[in-house]
């Protein structure tokens, strides 16, 4: 069922970044005389003794908890060779072995539960006290992903745990799943980006649809017709990719260095309106192979959609209508690629509302639109923001901010409350 919801208790292990607790590696390290200059207000991602707390932290577990985490699929074989593990080998297991003086776990068990750990472990990001934490579950390792999945999750409470919810219906038999990379890429970048952090390739029924569920996000125009350039097999990173009309034909090594180009710029631009305006618009006019839902598109419309998003009241009518537009356009891929009640949904909903109650204030004041069709809109925004709640009231970070909107604009509709719009 829809929104049925599965709870995961608090994992085996926490890493917390930010924040500081008295747990068993602190005594250790303490009984060992050493010390760092990491303080709780200095950025920790600069700070490489961090990157051995947490697989300290599993090895002092107790001996039942560590033979549970050891059970989990760590794909080391995989990982050994990477410059990475080259370096936990160098940092991590000699800070253990030699520093700490644990000599009872050999470097194969240490390097073993870092890559448990990059293989199963979850990232929780809380915006209360900038608080950013790996945890591991233990049955939620478990999940299968899938690049278009049926299940979002979120983290409750101070002992964190993990809340998995079905964002659709989930029948008898059905996979229960979850996405471990990003929606918004296309299918080589997303098949790449799970490689080297999963150790996988993915084979789900979106990355093997060369169309995508006809969005097309991977492809780009041909530049003799204009139709669709899609990949031949895309399970195989080497496939030409052929023009769907006239079947041009283009090598991966070009598309690769295309998409790569183009990933430098959209990451290399100033992520202000104004620059993503313009690049959205050069890369969209003749006779440029870019449509509008290849996914590097779609990245700069996101962004642009959150930048506008954070300042409403200060767009130009002509760029509140564009903030609609990229909303609604942004929810329509939402529905194919991540439906139902999936977060990307969720916020997209709230955006809407948000451009809408602005856009109609404005117009009522200029004496644009009448009362009665004010109100008739605000009442259509306060069904965009319903649907909203349903997807977003269990968020930790949004609950409060959602209910206060949800009576907000009740009193809007209600005629005593139209003079305030």
Not at 48 to 66: F, G, V, W
Not at 124 to 132: K, L, M, Q, T
Not at 386 to 404: F, G
């Amino acid at each position: 069922t829809v929104g049925a919801v599965v709870v995961a208790r608090r994992g085996v292990v926490i890493r917390t970044r930010g924040l500081h607790g008295s747990m068993a590696e602190c005594s250790l390290m303490k009984g060992k005389f050493f010390q760092t200059q990491i303080t709780q207000h200095s950025p920790p991602k600069k700070e490489s003794a961090y990157c051995t707390i947490m697989p300290i932290r599993c090895l002092l577990l107790p001996p039942d908890k560590l033979k549970q985490l050891l059970q989990l699929e760590s794909h080391l074989e995989k990982r050994r060779n990477t410059t990475l593990y080259k370096a936990l080998e160098v940092n991590v297991v000699g800070f253990v072995r030699e520093c700490l003086g644990l000599k009872d776990f050999d470097e194969e068990t240490i390097l073993r539960i870092a890559a448990i750990l990059d293989t199963n472990a979850f990232e929780v990001r809380r915006s209360a006290g900038n608080v950013r934490i790996r945890g591991l579950y233990l049955q939620a390792a478990m999940l299968s992903h899938d690049c278009r999945p049926n299940t979002k999750h979120h983290f409750a409470g101070d002992d964190f745990t993990l809340v998995l919810t079905a964002t659709r219906d989930i029948k008898r038999g059905d996979v229960v799943s979850a996405t471990y990379t990003q929606t918004l890429w296309g299918t080589p970048a997303r098949r790449a980006h799970l490689l080297e952090t999963k150790c996988f390739n993915c084979t789900c029924e979106r990355c093997s649809d060369p169309a995508e569920f006809d969005t097309y996000l991977s492809c780009i125009l041909c530049s003799k017709c204009k139709g669709y350039v899609v990949c031949s097999d895309p399970l195989d990173k080497a496939s030409d990719w052929m023009c769907q009309n006239c079947s041009h034909k283009i090598t991966a090594r070009q598309m690769l260095q295309g998409n790569e180009t183009f990933r430098k710029e959209l990451e290399g631009v100033e992520k202000s309106v104004s620059e993503l305006e313009s690049l959205i618009h050069r890369y969209l006019e003749d006779p440029s192979v870019f449509h509008e839902r290849n996914y590097h598109i779609v990245q700069a419309k996101h962004a642009l959609s959150q930048l506008y998003g954070a300042m409403l009241t200060e767009l130009s009518d002509k760029q509140l209508i564009n903030a609609e537009n990229l909303c609604r356009e942004l929810l329509a891929l939402g529905d194919i690629l991540d439906p139902g009640l999936s977060r990307f949904r969720g916020s997209l909903l709230y955006d809407l509302q948000a451009v809408k109650v602005v856009m109609t204030k404005r117009q009522f004041e200029n004496k644009q639109i009448t009362k009665d069709e004010a109100q008739e809109t605000m009442k259509e925004v306060l069904d965009i923001l319903q649907q909203a709640t349903q997807i977003l009231s269990n968020e930790p970070d949004l609950a409060y901010l959602i209910q206060h909107r949800v009576q907000e604009l009740a009193d809007m509709c209600s005629n005593e409350a139209t003079n305030a719009l």
